[in-house]
């Protein structure tokens, strides 16, 4: 407890703590901004599609490389992509989004199961953002909440409190400086 306390009243370094505060707040902005996006879809015009294909993506990572040469376990995802073409004033479109905040998953029967509702030349309901028609959904709405909001909330939040404390410690130290 006491090499906290020393830890607390000598930490200085606000450089440090901006590598976290800054990526924190960037993530906060875009997950903001995502959540934004899924609210206004729930008003975007709508017109008809047609699915062009359906799949599986498989992402696979090897984990982290281990101080003894191996690898720490790797982790695989499974992102449903689904195809489609629409129109919108005469210009055709193709976008794969399914909804704002496309979502992987671990389990791939989970991504199976998104694909059973779409069929290869089934024609479908597609939510355009009016401004940029390229940018289309099948869903309105978001699927959860976006990774960079929960990142950035959580970098900003363990590291917020380490920024107060260099500025205070730093101010202390300026401040007490100018007395002498």
Not at 11 to 35: A, E
Not at 45 to 61: A, M
Not at 99 to 124: M, T, W
Request: positive net charge.
């Amino acid at each position: 407890m006491k090499a906290l306390l020393e830890f607390i009243t000598s930490f200085d370094d606000i450089g440090v703590t901006l590598w976290f505060v800054i990526p924190g707040i960037i993530g906060l902005l875009i997950g903001f901004t995502s959540q934004q996006y899924a609210k206004d879809s729930k008003t975007w015009p709508e017109t008809e599609g047609r699915i062009i294909s359906v799949s599986i993506e498989k992402d696979s990572s090897t984990g982290l490389r281990t101080p003894g040469g191996g690898h720490s376990s790797g982790h695989t995802s499974y992102t449903p992509v689904i195809k489609y073409e629409y129109h919108v004033r005469g210009k055709k479109h193709v976008a794969t989004n399914l909804s704002i905040g496309n979502a992987s998953y671990s389990d791939q029967r989970k991504a199976r199961e998104i694909l059973e509702e779409f069929r290869v030349g089934q024609y479908v309901t597609v939510y355009y953002k009016p401004d940029n028609p390229e940018f289309a959904v099948l869903k309105r709405g978001s699927v959860g909440i976006p990774i960079s909001l929960i990142i950035g909330a959580s970098f900003t939040a363990l590291s917020m409190p380490l920024f107060l404390i260099a500025l205070c410690n730093r101010l202390k130290r300026v401040h007490v400086g100018f007395r002498e």
